[in-house]
Each structure stands twice: as structure tokens, then as C-alpha cells.
């Protein structure tokens, strides 16, 4: 019986305790927590962004293989021709040493109309002026800013994911604080209807606290539906649902303040001016000698020897030597108008530094400023705590209205509220510093 009974028992036990592993995995769901850089990190992986890179490698790896430097170029030949009239040199007369007479040069074998050539022909690029080098690296380098353009837009995108982030952050936020005040003026409500039971204090007490309940709560759908809309979004940029994710803000760090930036629009600028200077020594390598050698083997009639009418091997080696001279005067105004692209991609350059040096000192600035009105609305708060206590009382005592009270609740919210907006500007101007400093 006692062993019945103990099996009976965990066996009850033992349901308990699967019904409440399935209630608390039950209410887990939908908990999930959101940073900042997970928003930023999924964003990233849902965008084309690393597939682009992907191709933009593979494209590099194919112009590396189509443009080639001092490869010899090879070539095998063969041809079969038919030709009217062909070569005859019987008959012609040649005046012999002594003056004489003339004597005639007379052939057995003419040549035949039908002609065969089978040749292997080699050319050696010796010298080109520089001109294959050039190409190769001027190649390199754009695959490097069609790359470079792909991380400035991954930035961008960044930037714009955390922007979404801390107003969903900030509406969150207050959706907190309206929450809060319409459980605590609810709880005001009972006390305040208990009251007007009693005779202590008028009706009138009761329904404007009901008005302001309902006018938060208008306010607070108001927020949620904003709220709901942004999270939309992220979810699209994502690929993740973030409808009912608790968003959380770590303070953002600040790698350091000093004023130099490392924004990715700054290597652009450096690969553009050098792209330009390998398009310059592209231009003279143009004008510049070259120098081929050349080699040609082949069996074939007729061969080298017009005289032979036989099938023979045949050979020839050589060297040429090309001067552009007609290309020197393009070349000096094609190289003046890179120089003159080079010094104003440096002008802008040195521009953009500029603006973003002063930008930086402003949200220096402004975090300095935000971080006085956090201690001030702290101290605020603390006063304006006191004071609603005062006027709760007051109010249950019939001393002041529920008017005096609201106005008083509300100057409360609105420092709350303030503080709220005040710390998320803070990490917005972080993160904005962190942005023209390039280390977002």
C-alpha cells in the first residue's frame, strides 16, 4: 500500500513539475533581448553585401588572368593557297660581267600555283614602357574601390539601423513610463472612489482621474503603433521578428576623442588618386619604346626560298623596336588632366576631413551638455517625487483637487520622460561621434 501510494505521489510530482517546465518555457517565448549590434550584425548578413564582395573578388581574380605581363604569345598557324599567275622567273635576262651579251635564267620546275604553310610563331615582349604593370595594378585598385563602395554602403546601413534602434528604444521606453502611471493613478482611482463613498471628497475627483487614465492610454497606443511600425521595418532589414523584443542599450563606448577619422569614404578617396596615378603611367608607357622579339618555324612550299619549288622546314628570329612618336603630345594633356583630377580628389579630401573634424567637436559638445541635464533631471525627479507624494495626500484628504494633483503627476511624467529622451540622445551623439570617427 505505502509503495502504491509513493508511486502514485511522483507520479504527481513528476506531472507538476512537466507542467511547470512547460508553463515557464511557454513564457519565455517572445522574450527574446535585442542589442544594438546584433540589429547592426543581422542587417549585414540579410543584405547583399558579403555575396557583392564575393563577386567582386571572382571578378579580380579573372582580370588577373586576362591581363597578363611579358607571357610570350604563341601561335599556331596553317594555311593553303591557290594563286594566278604564280611566280615565274624564266625569262628574265641578266647582263653578264664583261658586257657582252645577256644570258637568261631558265627553270626545270616553275612554281606551283598551290601553296601550303604550317608555322609556330612566338612573340617576347621585351620592353612595353612600363605600360602591362601599370594596367595590372590600375585593374587592382578598381576592384579594390568597386569593394571600397560596397563597405561604405554596409556603413551607411549601419548608421540607419542605428538610428531605427534607439527611436524603437526610446518609444519603448515611455510605453514603460505611461504603464507605470496608468497602474499607479489606477490604484489613486479606488482610493479616490472609496473616498467619495465615504462623503470625503466629490464626485468630480473621480471622473477627472478617470479622463486622464483614458487620455494616457490614448497616448500610449499612439507610441505602440509608432513602435510596432519601426520594428517592421527592422524585422525586413533583419530577417529576424522583432515585434515583441525587448530592445537593450549597453552604453556605447567611445574608442577614444581625438578628432582623426578613419571613415571608409577616406580609403575611397586614397584608391581613387592612386587609380588615377596608374592611369597616368598607363598613359606614358603609351608613348614610351617597345621592344618585341619574335620567332616563326614552319614546313610549307613555297619556303623562304622563292627558288625552291620543295616541301622544307623554314625559320626566321628577330627583334623590333616601336616608337609612338604621334602619341607624345596626346600624352602630356592626358597626363595633365589626371594630375589635375588628383589634386581635386585631395582638395575634397582635405574638405571632407575638415567638415568631419568639426562635426565631431559638436557632438562632443553635445554630450558634455547632455551629461549636466541627466544630473540635473536626477535631481529633478527626486524633488518632483516628493511633491506628488505631498499632493497624493493632500488629495485623499480633500485639501486640493484632483486637478492640482494630475498637473502635479504629469510634471513628473515629463521629467521622466525627459531623462529618457536626454539618455538616448546621449547614446545617439556616441554613436554618431563613433560614426564620423569611423569605428562604428
Known amino acids: 500500500m505505502i509503495s502504491k501510494l509513493s508511486c502514485m505521489q511522483l507520479g504527481k510530482t513528476f506531472i507538476l513539475l512537466f507542467v511547470i517546465t512547460a508553463f515557464l518555457a511557454q513564457s519565455l517565448i517572445g522574450q527574446t533581448t535585442v542589442t544594438l549590434h546584433e540589429c547592426q550584425q543581422w542587417t549585414i548578413e540579410q543584405s547583399s553585401a558579403s555575396s557583392q564582395l564575393n563577386d567582386l573578388e571572382l571578378l579580380r581574380k579573372i582580370k588577373n588572368q586576362i591581363i597578363k605581363s611579358y607571357i610570350p604569345e604563341v601561335s599556331l598557324n596553317a594555311s593553303v593557297k591557290y594563286q594566278y599567275p604564280s611566280v615565274n622567273l624564266s625569262g628574265i635576262n641578266v647582263i653578264n660581267e664583261d658586257n657582252t651579251g645577256t644570258s637568261y635564267l631558265e627553270f626545270e620546275n616553275p612554281i606551283h600555283n598551290d601553296q601550303y604553310l604550317v608555322s609556330l610563331d612566338l612573340t617576347q615582349k621585351v620592353w612595353d614602357g612600363g605600360m602591362a604593370s601599370s594596367q595590372q595594378k590600375y ?13 561604405i554602403e554596409t556603413y551607411q546601413l549601419k548608421e540607419e539601423i542605428g538610428k531605427l534602434f534607439l527611436t524603437v ?7 514603460k513610463v505611461f504603464e507605470s502611471s496608468i497602474h499607479t493613478l489606477r490604484q489613486d482611482l479606488k482610493k479616490l472612489e472609496a473616498l467619495y463613498a465615504n462623503g470625503i471628497i466629490l464626485e468630480s475627483n473621480v471622473y477627472i482621474l478617470e479622463a486622464e487614465i483614458m487620455r494616457i492610454e490614448q497616448e500610449q497606443k499612439r507610441i505602440q503603433l509608432q513602435q510596432q511600425s519601426i520594428r517592421k ?25 581625438s578628432l582623426q577619422s578613419l571613415r571608409p569614404e577616406f580609403t575611397l578617396l586614397k584608391l581613387q588618386q592612386s587609380a588615377l596615378e596608374c592611369q597616368k603611367k598607363v598613359l606614358i608607357g603609351q608613348s614610351m619604346p617597345k621592344i618585341n622579339i619574335f620567332a616563326s618555324g ?19 628570329v628577330g627583334a623590333k623596336l616601336h616608337v609612338p612618336i604621334t602619341l607624345w603630345g596626346a600624352t602630356k594633356s592626358g597626363r595633365d588632366y589626371l594630375e589635375i583630377q588628383k589634386n581635386l580628389i585631395a582638395s575634397q579630401e582635405k574638405t571632407y576631413g575638415q567638415s568631419l573634424r568639426i562635426k565631431m567637436m559638436e557632438k562632443l559638445n553635445e554630450m558634455e551638455s547632455l551629461r549636466s541635464l541627466l544630473i540635473s533631471d536626477e535631481q529633478i525627479i527626486i524633488k518632483r517625487t516628493v511633491i506628488v507624494n505631498i499632493c497624493k495626500k493632500q488629495l485623499e484628504e480633500g485639501v486640493i483637487t484632483a486637478n492640482d ?22 547614446e545617439q551623439a556616441k554613436m554618431n561621434f563613433n560614426s564620423l570617427k569611423g569605428t562604428l
Open 298 to 316: 614552319g614546313y610549307g612550299r613555297p619556303t623562304y626560298n622563292l627558288f625552291s619549288n620543295e616541301f622544307d622546314f623554314m625559320y626566321q
Open 169 to 175: 528604444l526610446y518609444l519603448q521606453e515611455n510605453d
Open 139 to 151: 585593374e587592382d585598385i578598381s576592384s579594390d574601390i568597386a569593394m571600397q563602395n560596397v563597405h
Open 233 to 257: 521595418a527592422l524585422s525586413e532589414f533583419t530577417g529576424k521578428d522583432l515585434l515583441q523584443a525587448t530592445f537593450i542599450l549597453s552604453e556605447i563606448e567611445l574608442p577614444d576623442t
Open 405 to 426: 494633483y494630475i498637473k502635479e503627476v504629469n510634471a513628473l511624467n515629463e521629467i521622466i520622460l525627459n531623462k529618457q529622451l536626454h539618455n538616448i540622445q546621449l
